[in-house]
């Protein structure tokens, strides 16, 4: 996973909630951005599989993930494989 630590939105968002000022449902609000900054370099490396697809104008290829994989907060890192 790339260093994002240096993006501007990351160290914006990092820096508003260390703000002492910062109220609990900003805070929280911030977490939540950070988790969404951090979704695609997370889950770059992920398996994937070649698969034919049907287009409204064609047939073509598309790469879904190799195995299932839900997004929601059943699981610490936010990531499923059910």
Do not use: N, W
């Not at 988790?35 to 490396?45: D, G, N, R």
């Not at 697809?53 to 059943?74: E, N, Q």
């Amino acid at each position: 996973m790339s260093d994002f630590s240096k993006h501007p939105l990351f160290a914006d968002r990092l820096a508003r909630l260390r703000s002492q000022g910062c109220p609990p449902q900003e805070f929280r609000k911030h977490v939540t951005d950070i988790a969404k900054l951090m979704v695609l370099p997370a889950t770059s490396e992920l398996p994937t599989r070649q698969q034919k697809i049907t287009t409204p104008d064609s047939r073509d290829h598309g790469l879904p993930a190799g195995k299932a994989c839900h997004f929601g907060s059943d699981s610490p890192s936010g990531l499923s494989d059910q």
